[in-house]
């Protein structure tokens, strides 16, 4: 089985490119069991909790598809649906690897275990994710950044702490 999980992602003028992650899921498990432990390979979950899966967007960073700090790259079924506006806002600039959704949403699994994953995800997380990519885009900074940064290693620290 391949280690790597590779997505087709949008960039900056629209560009595709293919986003990098360590393999967490089992190829061609059930959606519908969502957060079940059949799901994952053997190291998933951990990869998951400790954000490990993120490091090979690292060969992203190099290959400049993303930046270190921006919003989170669209899948292109995210992609068609975005409003032109938004489409257009997002192509000026180069995604990233953390934004403020990386932090609000750090432990998104269990936001989704509430209910019925897919509503709650199109619903509930995916207006507040595009809020916070906007948000991002029209006030980022240095202290932006540096706070993002911060806030993250803080998550990290803090999950490879607890028990499950």
Known sequence: MNIFYRSKRVGKNGKFFNLYKFRTL???????????????????????K????????????IKRDINFFGYRPEEQRTWDILP???KDLL?????GIIDLSSLHFFDEEKIL???????????VIRPMKLAFQMFYIQNRCFLLNLAIIWIYLKKVIKSL???E
């Open 84 to 86: 032109n506006n938004v």
């Open 113 to 123: 275990q509430l209910g019925h994953p897919h509503e709650i995800y199109w619903k």
């Open 161 to 163: 702490c607890q028990k």
């Open 91 to 95: 192509s000026k600039h180069r995604p």
């Open 50 to 61: 400790t954000k490990i899966d993120e490091l090979p967007q690292i060969w992203n960073f």
């Open 26 to 48: 089992k190829l061609n498990s059930d959606e519908n069991q969502f957060a079940s432990p059949e799901r994952y390979v053997k190291f998933g979950r951990i990869l998951r």
